[in-house]
């Protein structure tokens, strides 16, 4: 079956420490994005990428970083620079040819303490 | 930047009930998405809109672009559909959804 798979569920780790949650999707999608989701609050927009070996900044990116070696995979790493690292994290993906369209992986919760 | 706005943010409604969530959403906003949302986190897609209306077993959206206005409607409402219905706007491209805060909607037995 084709689709997104996130891991893990959910992640937990001490302040300080870097963290990598992991996007593959078997869709053939070119495009793969990062939202972050706050009680409260509607998804918002980490990273980008449309195509491999290239991303973007989305809305919230300060204290992230991506990397897009593969189509199948964009791993998000949350670095200590970011100061509220605590939330729900989303990945998903489209095709070039129906980029309106978003499919989402189950997400990971992770929480830093 | 683009914006959308949903109401409500909450709604408890009666098994049975015929239920509608509101979606307004910015200028740079060309089709709007509506999303569902249970407990466990994981995000299904319900529709894809840029005009008209589509209709799937008990959920109708529709869309009016002059307006830049959106409705989710459930039919005969039922406890499964308690989730968070959440709409989302994009604007072309392959740049991301811009998302509302969501409804949190519970249908009571």
């Known amino acids: 079956d084709g689709g997104i798979t996130q891991s893990p569920k959910y992640l937990f780790r001490k302040e300080g420490q870097n963290v990598t949650l992991s996007c593959e999707q078997n869709l053939n999608h070119d495009a793969m994005y990062w939202y972050r989701q706050d009680p409260g609050q509607g998804l918002r927009l980490i990273y980008y990428s449309q195509i491999v070996n290239d991303f973007q900044k989305g809305d919230i990116a300060e204290g992230y970083s991506v990397s897009r070696e593969k189509k199948e995979s964009f791993p998000l790493t949350v670095t200590s620079a970011q100061k509220n690292p605590t939330a729900f994290y989303l990945c998903a993906s489209s095709s070039s040819l129906d980029a309106y369209e978003q499919y989402f992986g189950p997400g990971t919760r992770l929480t830093v303490t | 930047k683009n914006e959308v706005e949903q109401s409500p943010q909450n709604l408890t409604a009666q098994e049975g009930e015929f239920i509608t969530i509101n979606c307004s959403y910015s200028?740079?906003?060309?089709?709007l998405h509506w999303l569902q949302q249970h407990p466990g986190g994981g995000i299904v897609s319900l529709f894809m809109?840029?005009?008209g209306k589509k209709k799937h077993g008990r959920l109708i959206a529709t869309i009016n672009i002059q307006e830049k206005h959106s409705s989710l409607h459930i039919t005969a409402s039922h406890p499964r559909d308690s989730a968070v219905y959440i709409c989302a706007g994009s604007g072309g491209g392959a740049d991301g959804l811009t998302f509302g805060k969501g409804t949190h909607l519970i249908i009571q037995p």
């Open positions: 200028v740079g906003i060309s089709a």
């Open positions: 809109l840029s005009s």
